[in-house]
């Protein structure tokens, strides 16, 4: 197995073509070796470490109340994998370990 592949996180991203470059490139080197790493500040690591507690703080609550949060007129919301529903619509999947 090769070593993955270590993506920088940047300062900041506005949407800006400079900035889709590096996230193309990531997209790649997931397609290409299924992983990829990434290198991040100390502030940005914390900021992880922040969000993934909120998202497992999310995915732990009960179904009804997560549903609350799919919306039939956006295509948006959260399905825990498991929970997709087959029909027309796309539906966002996430796990967690």
């Known amino acids: 197995m090769t070593e993955p592949q270590t993506f920088p996180l940047p300062p900041t991203v506005e949407g800006s073509d400079a900035d889709r470059l590096p996230g193309r490139a990531l997209t790649a080197a997931?397609?290409?070796?299924?992983?990829?790493?990434?290198?991040a500040t100390p502030e940005q690591d914390a900021a992880t470490g922040r969000t993934l507690g909120a998202s497992r703080t999310f995915v732990s609550r009960a179904l009804k109340e997560k549903?609350?949060?799919?919306?039939?007129l956006t295509h948006s919301g959260y399905a825990a994998s498991g929970e997709e529903t087959a029909?027309?619509?796309v539906r966002c999947s996430a796990t967690t370990t």
């Open 30 to 39: 997931w397609q290409a070796d299924d992983i990829f790493q990434v290198q």
């Open 67 to 72: 549903a609350q949060h799919v919306s039939d």
């Open 87 to 89: 029909d027309d619509r």
